[in-house]
Each structure stands twice: as C-alpha cells, then as structure tokens.
C-alpha cells in the first residue's frame, strides 16, 4: 500500500504498525488491506466499515492512512491495533452470533461494530439477552398489537412483533411470533388472542437470510422452512435495525442448540455453518416444460445448496416447482446451450441440467448470468452427495 512518507519518517512508522499480523485485513469485515482507521479506536478498517464508523463519531474519528498523521495519532494506533482489540470487543461472542464479512448487506455490518464498541455486548453477557439466555422485558408495549412492541425473552423463548409480507395481497401487516426452543419452532399470528399460529415453522429445518434489496426495506428478512417437504417462505422486517439482528440471531440460537442435541459428537466449528445460509445464487432465467416443446416462460429461480426452486416472482411464499440437483457422481451435469431442435426461448444463452431422470432447460438473458449460474450449478455438482441428502433425492423423485 503505497503511503506519504514525510521527512521524519512518521508514515513509514505507520506503514510498519500496517504489516503487523492482524492489521492487514478490516477490523471488523475482514476485507483486506484496509485503507483507514479509527483514531479512537485504534484498528485498521475498510473504507466501506469507515463508513460505518462515522455514524457512531462519539465512539470513533475515522482517519484515511493516505492523510497526514501525527505522532500521536501514529502512537495509538501502534499502541492497539486489530489483534488486541479483537481481544477486547469480541471476548465473548456467542459461537451461534453472526460475524459478517465484507460480501454481507450493511445492516449486518452496521450492527456488528455498534454490537462491539457502541454496546459492548461481547464484553458483558448480560448485554446479549435478546438473542441468548435472557429474561422478560415488561412494558406498555408488550400488551399493544403494534410492530414496535418490545420483545420478550426467556431463555430459549422470544416473544415480539414483526412486519409480515401478506401471501395474497402483498400488503405487510404486523403479527405476533414466538420463538420457542421447548417447542422446536417459530410461531407467527395474525390475530393478538389468537390461541392456534397461523403457521409453525420447525427450527430443525429453518433458515433466515437478509434480503434488503429483494423486499424493499434495509431491514428485510427471508425466513424458510420444509412444509410438506416443500420450500415455504416468509417476508418480514422491523423498523428497528438491532431488533431485526437480535431476531437472525436468536434463531441461529435456537438453530445452534438444536444441532448440539441432534449431533451431540460434534464441535461448534462443524455446527455452526449449518445454523442459516445465504441463497447460493438468484435471478430470472426462463424455462420451458418437461416436454421441450412448451414457450420458455420467465421465473424467478433461487438456489438454496440442492434445492432449484422458481417462482412467478420473487416474494412468493411458495415455489411453482423446484429441482433437485445431485453429484456427478449420480450421473448430474450441467451444459452450456440447449439442444439444437429446441425452440420458444426468447433469451440466448442457454443452460442444459442432465438428471438422471430428463433433461431441464433454462435460457439466460446475459451471457455473464449464463456463467454465473453455470458456475454455481458445477459447484454443487462437483460436491459428492451427503447420506441424507439421498432421501431427499428419493422425495423429489417421487413428488406427484
């Protein structure tokens, strides 16, 4: 990283705290070589985490390394640096708590340095009750059918309100859900004295990713579960950013204990990336029938590890249909192209999934969306099948 170096060779010092092991990637999102760092702070960051920074400034004073320094300011940060603050702000992160990196949308990212150096949350336990073991929160709200209620929080037990997405009309409406590690599930209402959830979603098979762009609403978050073996999913947001993480991350939680019970041999390294994943890739492509002689017709696809699921657009709660997509080991292959005799695509960069059973088609409308998803789809096929997912497999093959 090229740097000023003045005559009294202050930012050659400061090039040299920036080679330090620990220093040479974000402080907070891990994206290497960081370009800035928090003066108060003393930790080298991205410029997209400075950012982020300047909107706690009673916290941290932001400084570019491209800047002039003084002794000083050079002083403290080799006084601190990435390593010995990690050791402070993240000494008791929960196993099951997100880290984000710097590919995460910035709600994540945002809450992740406030959770550090605003409220201290990995400093003191006590402060992680809304997602850990906590107790209940009393107050006006909590009797009030309004989004904003506060949550309730028992240990394995969450209580609160969220904006839900309408299945029909599109329209979000507040509703009640219960988190409940006793029960294995996450509830929701429609109505406040509802004694029977509208739905209940089984933590076994239960997934949360952020989807900001996809709903409209910096705070958005898509959560799926299996209902009949099939993908159901379920739009919701609260206006409040850090209510929104606690809710991602008690339901990794409760994902996390859930694990250690079903798997109890294994370590939290191997658990934890199962607790919920981000969609391995998105967008429309267009596709035609099994028959190939049906007009391609346009849809939503959304990749989530095996599963192919499309939509008629991307906020349904369920899927028109979905494919499994197996090893090539289990004969599954995917071709650039279509085959010749095919007709009725309006988009030209083709895709060919061979199953064992048939053939499906898809059209890009881009050649590079045609890569990317090529691409994505050789990722899963080149990795062999784990033993469950061959009763998936058998589910799919037998769907009517």
């Keep these: 990283m090229a740097l000023l170096v003045e005559a009294d060779g202050k930012n050659r010092l400061l090039q040299d ?107 003191f336990i006590e402060k992680q009750e809304p997602y850990s073991a906590g107790t209940i929160c009393s107050g006006p709200g909590m009797t009030e059918w309004v989004a904003e209620a506060r949550y309730v929080f028992i240990k394995g037990y969450r209580e609160g309100f969220l904006w839900k997405r309408g299945r029909d009309n599109g329209q979000f409406l507040s509703r009640k859900f219960i988190l409940s590690e006793r029960e294995g599930a996450l509830k929701y209402f429609n109505k406040q004295d509802a004694r029977d959830p509208k739905a209940v979603m089984k933590i076994e098979t239960l997934n949360a990713t952020f989807q900001p762009a996809k709903i409209g609403n910096p705070c958005g978050l898509q959560i799926t579960y299996l209902k009949d073996n099939s993908t159901r999913n379920i739009f919701v947001y609260h206006s409040d950013a850090k209510e929104m993480v606690d809710w991602f991350n008690a339901i990794r939680a409760a994902r996390f204990h859930y694990l250690q019970v079903a798997f109890p041999g294994a370590s939290d390294e191997e658990l934890v990336p199962k607790l919920t994943r981000n969609f391995m890739k998105e967008g429309f492509m267009e596709k035609t029938g099994p028959k190939h002689t049906e007009g391609f017709k346009k849809r939503w696809f959304t990749m989530d590890d095996r599963r192919l699921m499309y939509f008629k657009d991307p906020l349904d709660a369920y899927a028109l249909g979905e494919v499994f997509i197996g090893s090539k080991e289990n004969s599954y292959t995917v071709l650039s192209g279509l085959p010749p005799s095919t007709q009725g695509y309006h988009w030209n960069h083709g895709i060919t999934i061979v199953t064992p059973d048939r053939k499906f088609l898809f059209a890009c409308e881009t050649e590079a969306e045609q890569r990317d998803w090529i691409a994505a789809f050789q990722r899963v096929i080149n990795r062999p099948m784990r033993p469950q997912e061959y009763a998936v497999e058998a589910h799919f093959k037998h769907k009517p």
Excluded: M
């Design 17 to 123: 705290v920036l080679t330090r092991p620990g220093n040479e990637t974000c402080a907070d999102c891990g994206n290497p070589e960081p370009d800035w760092a928090s003066l108060t702070l003393g930790v080298f960051i991205c410029q997209a985490c400075s950012l982020l920074h300047r909107s706690i400034p009673h916290i941290s004073q932001v400084k570019s390394v491209q800047d002039t320094w003084d002794a000083s300011q050079v002083e403290l940060v080799a006084a601190v640096g990435n390593s010995a603050a990690r050791a402070k702000y993240e000494q008791k992160v929960p196993a099951f708590y997100y880290r984000p990196t710097h590919t995460d949308c910035k709600l994540l990212r945002e809450q992740w340095i406030r959770a550090k150096y605003e409220r201290n949350e990995f400093e």
